[in-house]
């Protein structure tokens, strides 16, 4: 059986002013060829369906257009599950026409999936938290114990548990009694949730810049040591880059985002899972690169020239410049950049401070006139710079408006 592990898509995200629906767009197709290509069985997304509560129009069609090509009209299973980013009563809305198309959604915690088949799958049992399916052409069912997003306090209401107990105590009780209840070696045993979670002593994952964080002190840590024994995959959202917490034998994986969002992400590779399991033995997962996108590139320089030179060459990116000079950046020197990369995101001058072993201690003389008393102050508020023609020429408007 061969499973397509993929999450974090964001749906409708931008980059500060800058939109990434075109390259959703091409990414989406990526991954509908590679599903395709790899004659995947199963796919599941992990949550963070969408970038916000309330998505746009544009992404909410580009979603369910994506998970019907995906779900081959009933043919091949799809599972999706909420995350922090999406709102649990908008994935939950469309699940009874979803169904009909092999596509289930779960917004909710300890969701409970009605029994259903389509042409290419049945779902024989569920329980809150749990589905088991039976695809046609294999002779062995599959099992998933699904968690998708809640903040700590509603999951253990959830969980049926007092708000005092450990939430990575609660998530492990629940998800052993599903275990031992479903989850025996006679068929494919797989976990899905979007948490933050973690190795027991492994230094903290970093969570991506932008992102609404979930982990707030060590009160919401889920160490991946609370995965049952039985499982042989488990399937994460939230962190964006690819990352096995689990062990080689008992892989516990967050396949990335599909696109870098933000710059603490620039160079990264984007994957997703591509897993081949059958009962009672250890999964093999090959992590398959995803090559649409722009790609996100930091670049300092301390020349106007050589900036422009290397702008002209990466047009199709997007990029975080910083300028580095003893001066303070001139406005032609701004709309040449500008005008040069139409991917410029955050323009950042930053000013180098001259050493200095003795300060200034000029005297202020009230009777100079207004631009030298001007120049002077601002030259004690800012290392000793002098004001560039562009704020001289501002101030001038100012003292004659």
Not at 116 to 139: A, P, W, Y
Not at 144 to 164: F, M, P, S, V, W
Request: glycine share 6%.
């Amino acid at each position: 059986m061969k499973i397509l592990h993929t999450a974090d898509w964001h749906l409708g995200k931008r980059l500060d002013s800058f939109s990434r629906m075109d390259e959703q767009i091409a990414v989406m197709e990526e991954i509908i060829r590679l599903a395709d290509e790899q004659d995947a069985d199963l796919i599941i997304i992990a949550g963070d369906l969408f970038d916000a509560f309330n998505p746009g129009v544009e992404a909410i069609e580009l979603f369910y257009r994506t998970i019907k090509r995906l779900a081959k009209n009933g043919m091949r299973p799809v599972i999706a599950i909420a995350g922090n980013h999406d709102s649990p009563n908008l994935i939950d809305a469309p699940d009874p026409l979803a169904r009909a198309s092999g596509i289930i959604l779960i917004g909710h915690p300890q969701a409970m999936v009605a029994p259903f088949t389509t042409e290419g799958f049945s779902v024989l049992r569920s329980d809150k938290g749990f589905i088991e399916l039976q695809i046609n052409h294999f002779d062995y069912p599959i099992r998933i114990i699904h968690t998708a997003y809640a903040n700590e306090i509603r999951l253990k209401q959830y969980l049926g548990e007092d708000k005092e107990v450990q939430l990575n105590k609660a998530l492990a009780a629940n998800w052993k009694q599903l275990a031992e209840t479903y989850c025996d070696d006679q068929g494919v045993n797989i976990l899905t949730a979007h948490l933050y979670m973690n190795k027991y002593g492994m230094a903290l994952l970093e969570e991506p810049d932008g992102e609404k964080p979930i982990k707030i002190g060590n009160a919401d840590l889920i160490y991946a040591e609370s995965i049952p024994p039985q499982i042989q995959y488990t399937a994460l959202g939230h962190i964006h880059g690819y990352k096995n917490i689990g062990t080689v034998d008992k892989p516990a994986v967050y396949a990335s985002s599909p696109l870098c969002y933000s710059f603490s992400e620039a160079g990264q590779t984007k994957y997703v899972a591509m897993i081949n399991a059958v009962p009672a033995t250890n999964v093999t997962v090959e992590r398959i690169p995803l090559t649409q996108g722009k790609p996100l590139i930091r670049k300092s320089f301390d020349d106007i020239a050589e900036c422009v030179g290397w702008l002209s060459d990466n047009r199709d990116a997007l990029v975080e410049l910083t300028l580095r000079s003893t001066t303070f950046l001139k406005a032609e020197d701004r709309r040449l950049i500008y005008q040069t990369h139409p991917g410029i995101v955050y323009l950042i001058p930053v000013v180098q401070q001259e050493e200095t072993n003795a300060p200034d201690t000029k005297e202020i003389r009230l009777t100079e006139d207004i631009s030298t008393l001007f120049k002077d102050y601002f030259r004690s508020k800012n290392a000793n710079q002098a004001p560039n023609d562009d704020i001289l020429d501002l101030f001038r408007e100012i003292l004659n408006s």
